[in-house]
């Protein structure tokens, strides 16, 4: 009885390692490739089952620090026309505010 119970919590554990590690390293892709694995896994084991958001924030953490410069970017306009704003064409002028998020 006590080998039976051994051998399935070592099963179980060796499950959650191969979920983790899965989760984690689909967290360190691209958020096109994360979102293609996470078609397959069942969201409430992944953000119930493991400690997903900190993963999350580890996985995105990035290496910027305090005080040092935002890598630069070009995205389109909000008039979603040919227009583009790059942010190092705000450098030195005055202060920029990033806000990410929808509000519909």
């Known amino acids: 009885m006590k080998k039976w119970l051994l051998r399935s919590v070592a099963l179980l554990v060796g499950l959650y390692a191969v979920l983790f590690a899965t989760v ?3 967290m360190m892709r691209p ?6 694995a996470m078609r397959y896994l069942p ?3 992944v953000w119930g089952g493991l400690p997903a958001p900190r993963m ?3 996985a ?3 290496t910027l620090s ?5 890598p630069d970017f070009t995205l389109p306009k909000l ?3 040919e227009e583009q704003v790059t942010l190092s064409s705000h450098r030195g002028q005055r202060p920029v505010v990033l806000v990410f998020g929808s509000y519909t």
Request: net charge negative; proline share 12%; charged share 20%.
């Open 79 to 81: 008039n979603n026309k």
């Open 56 to 58: 999350w924030l580890w």
């Open 31 to 36: 958020p096109e490739q994360f979102g293609l």
């Open 24 to 26: 984690l390293t689909a």
């Open 60 to 62: 995105r953490g990035g």
């Open 43 to 45: 969201a409430p084991l």
């Open 66 to 70: 305090e005080g040092e410069p935002a």
